[in-house]
């Protein structure tokens, strides 16, 4: 007893000097975010902040930030900067969507440049002469390739809510193409990962592996003269420099060579579209994220409602029955996405009745807290019919409280491995994010239905979900993710730490996430999760397997009144969080 005792003064004296040295300067009113008993910390900096998956790319926006321009202008020059230094993902060869909120408007504006089918796709393109899906088709053919819309849509942004002249923002692509950079170590891995399907088309295999095919290694110089050469047409002549010209007679001629579909006149027709956000409301958060065709918003938002029926927080992060709840609600909107999502244009998608508070109640009420449903058993709802491996996530805010989230993405590493002889860029593989055929999943085990049937002109459904959270109308986090059919729940895991578990943005970054689709009726669990927690899901009937894969890499940024915290997720090494202004906190409060 006595022993006891004197441990037990041990172990207060050290609570007593961690309160004094740690809690207190953290409550002090000068660093008001940094919190000493976290266990991760984001990167703090004024004047604005870029977060992207690639380091060079980060520093191309945080420049542009110091040079006077905007979060537009720094999302620009930083997509087209991806395009150059993360050639998996980052891209001018396929599509994407754009966030943007605009402070001094107080408005938020969702720009869609999704790839578009070719006017000649329809809707049996991948079946094969049984009627079957041939996935390879979908996936490795020139036919995969849905028509770009990056350079129209990053020049329209540019061109409406940037503050610099587009060649001012396109010139560090153009500089890192032209003069080249050193291929950093996940960049090599990632060309040795998709060696073959370089090696496949002359075109690629010749602007990213040796002559003699090997994949090229750490520290050789990366330099892209063709690409250099597309990025200077676009400097000069906008999208025009893309869509017609020089470049657009390159693609035909490509196109042709490898059996695509596209033309000069799809390139002519291709269209970006400004849409309405996804709204919603989440406990005492407002959520604005990507609308159709992208499912994002949707599923996010719906997951979201559901979810905030329960006092989450009490169960505790990660815990089997907070992790029942989550997999249940999963389970649900992605039964959902598989009937009702694909592009606004050409279906009715009732947005409004699925994001619907009571739809989410009724959802909810069918949810036992005490056995998985199995996902036979879960249809699509029926919601009140009140309307008739690779993407990118960047995220950049600026210091007048303007902020973009933008994933864009080739669909696939490298899309369908086809490069444009002459033009220096890959083409997406896009198209298979349609539904080849009812019942038939896509790469990402995704299934769809007629709303996503192939037409011509049509945009594929996606599920990017750059997202921004708001606080009494102002932002107070920009995410998103890559991550093909886990982007929407990588996306809800990283706002619930927020929200519900009151993490900075690095410990909500870092902690483990799983992933459920209704089909495959499989939870992917992240290292992580613990194995008393995977037992008792187990026991409730879930079946959990470890992921394949880690799920996302989300890119955020967060603000608390004056200071931005950026966040890179190092699921993918190489990433970077860069402040317009950095803070030495070695020597500086922030
Ligand atoms: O639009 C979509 O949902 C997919 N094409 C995204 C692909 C993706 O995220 C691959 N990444 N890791």
Redesign the pocket.
């Known amino acids: 007893m006595i022993v006891r005792q004197r441990v037990d003064w041990k172990y207060t004296a050290i609570l007593l000097l961690l309160l004094l040295g740690f809690v207190f300067p953290a409550a002090a009113e000068d660093v008001p975010f940094i919190q000493f008993g976290d266990r991760f910390h984001p990167v703090p900096g004024h004047g604005g902040m870029v977060v992207s998956q690639e380091a060079l790319a980060s520093r191309v926006g945080a420049e542009i930030l110091r040079q006077g321009g905007n979060a537009v202008d720094a999302a620009v020059a930083t997509g087209f900067a991806l395009a150059v230094t993360l050639p998996q993902?980052g891209n001018i060869g396929g599509g994407g969507f754009m966030l943007v909120h605009l402070a001094e408007r107080n408005e938020t504006i969702a720009i869609d440049y999704r790839e578009m089918a070719p006017a000649k796709a329809h809707r049996n393109l991948f079946l094969d002469e049984s009627g079957n899906a041939d996935a390879e088709k979908s996936r490795y053919s020139a036919l995969a390739t849905g028509v770009p819309g990056t350079v129209a849509g990053l020049v329209h942004a540019q061109e409406k809510y940037g503050k610099l002249p587009l060649r001012t923002v396109i010139a560090p692509a153009i500089k890192l193409a032209e003069n080249g950079f050193e291929i950093s170590y996940p960049l090599s891995f990632s060309f040795r990962y998709a060696r073959d399907r370089l090696a496949a088309n002359p075109a690629a295999s010749g602007y990213f592996l040796n002559a003699d095919g090997t994949a090229k290694a750490v520290g050789e110089r990366l330099v892209q003269r063709d690409l250099a050469a597309t990025l200077k047409r676009i400097a000069n002549q906008g999208a025009d420099g893309f869509y017609s010209g020089k470049t657009a007679d390159l693609i035909v001629i490509q196109m042709s060579k490898s059996g695509g579909l596209i033309d000069h006149d799809d390139l002519a027709g291709y269209r970006v579209v400004e849409r309405t956000p996804v709204w919603g409301r989440y406990r005492n958060y407002q959520v604005a994220s990507m609308p159709p065709p992208?499912s994002g918003g949707v599923h996010l938002v719906e997951m979201l409602n559901i979810l905030e029926g329960w006092d989450l927080e009490s169960m505790g992060h990660n815990s089997a029955d907070y992790l029942h709840r989550l997999i249940e609600a999963m389970r649900r909107a992605y039964a959902d996405r598989s009937k009702y999502l694909g592009d606004p244009d050409f279906e009715t998608v009732p947005v409004q009745a699925l994001i619907d508070k009571d739809y989410a109640a009724r959802l909810r009420e069918g949810i036992a807290t005490d056995r998985a449903t199995p996902s036979s058993e879960v249809a699509p709802g029926l919601p009140v019919p009140e309307e008739s491996?690779?993407?990118t996530h960047y995220s950049v805010w600026d210091a007048d409280g303007n902020v973009v989230s933008n994933t864009y993405?080739l669909?696939?590493?490298y899309g369908n491995g086809i490069a444009v002889a002459g033009a220096g860029f890959l083409l997406n593989n896009?198209m298979d994010?349609f539904s080849a055929k009812p019942g038939v999943p896509n790469a990402?085990g995704l299934l769809g239905g007629e709303a996503n049937a192939i037409e011509p002109r049509k945009r594929?459904l996606?599920?990017?979900t750059p997202t921004i959270l708001f606080k009494d109308g102002d932002p107070v986090l920009a995410t998103g993710s890559?991550?093909?059919?886990r982007?929407i729940t990588a996306v809800l895991q990283l706002i619930l730490n927020v929200v519900d578990f009151q993490m900075n943005i690095a410990e909500a970054t870092a902690a483990p996430r799983i992933h459920h689709q209704w089909y495959p009726d499989t939870v992917d669990a992240e290292p992580g999760i613990s194995p008393d927690t995977v037992a008792r899901l187990k026991a409730l009937g879930h079946e959990v397997k470890t992921a394949p894969w880690a799920i996302g890499r989300t890119q955020s940024i967060s603000r608390d009144q004056s200071v931005f915290q950026g966040m890179t997720d190092y699921r993918w090494p190489g990433g970077e969080a860069v402040p317009a202004e950095g803070v030495n906190i070695l020597q500086n409060n922030p």
């Open positions: 993902a992208s491996p690779q993407t993405t669909n696939f590493s896009e994010d990402f594929p996606s599920s990017m890559p991550g093909g059919s982007i």
